[in-house]
């Protein structure tokens, strides 16, 4: 069989509906819309969930839960088999040298290494996190695996007006008390 031989299978394929071509096409004056009504008119739809003014389904169910997903960090993966395909023996791979290669891309909270694969260069990689699969596989070859301090996300602060006064301050807060 060649290309000019394909043909759509039986039935696949149908005429296109020729609206308001005369009464006896049977899609003639209301051209299959029926008699008056929003929908007939052009421009007349109801966006989707809409229930003509009644409560809809979404707004009457409860809400219900919680989800943490926009602050879930997000790990860019890289595995053992592709790290021994595109490096050479006694390198060093970090996110740069991944990035480099096209590897790692996007933003992303940091970067796992996982187990798929086998391994068998020395290398010292620098990661975020490593599955222990990995970790072992890695050692094993005589590689050298490094993480990365884990990002502090948030400083904590003090809250207003809890912070000590400096002796400055203090010295000048008794001037002004002793002129008066």
């Not at 299978?9 to 020729?18: I, N, S």
């Not at 943490?68 to 021994?84: E, G, M, Q, R, S």
């Not at 595109?86 to 791979?93: D, I």
């Not at 490094?146 to 301050?169: D, N, Q």
């Amino acid at each position: 069989m060649r290309l000019h031989q394909l043909s759509p299978r039986p039935g696949a394929k149908h005429r296109r509906k020729r609206l308001g071509c005369g009464e006896s096409s049977g899609h003639g004056k209301t051209s299959g819309r029926g008699h008056k009504g929003q929908k007939a008119r052009s421009g007349g739809s109801v966006r989707l969930g809409f229930e003509g003014g009644q409560m809809p389904l979404n707004r009457r169910l409860p809400k219900r839960g919680f989800s943490n997903t926009t602050f879930k960090p997000i790990f860019a993966v890289i595995n053992l088999d592709t790290i021994d395909a595109r490096f050479e023996s006694g390198a060093k791979v970090d996110e740069a040298a991944l990035r480099s290669l096209g590897l790692v891309n996007g933003r992303n909270d940091g970067i796992k290494l996982l187990a798929r694969g086998e391994i068998s260069k020395a290398l010292t990689i620098e990661v975020d996190k490593a599955s222990a699969a990995a970790r072992e596989k890695f050692e094993k070859a005589g590689g050298k695996l490094i993480l990365r301090p884990a990002k502090v996300e948030m400083t904590a602060r003090t809250p207003k007006g809890s912070e000590r006064p400096s002796r400055e301050r203090l010295s000048r807060r008794k001037k002004l008390m002793t002129k008066k």
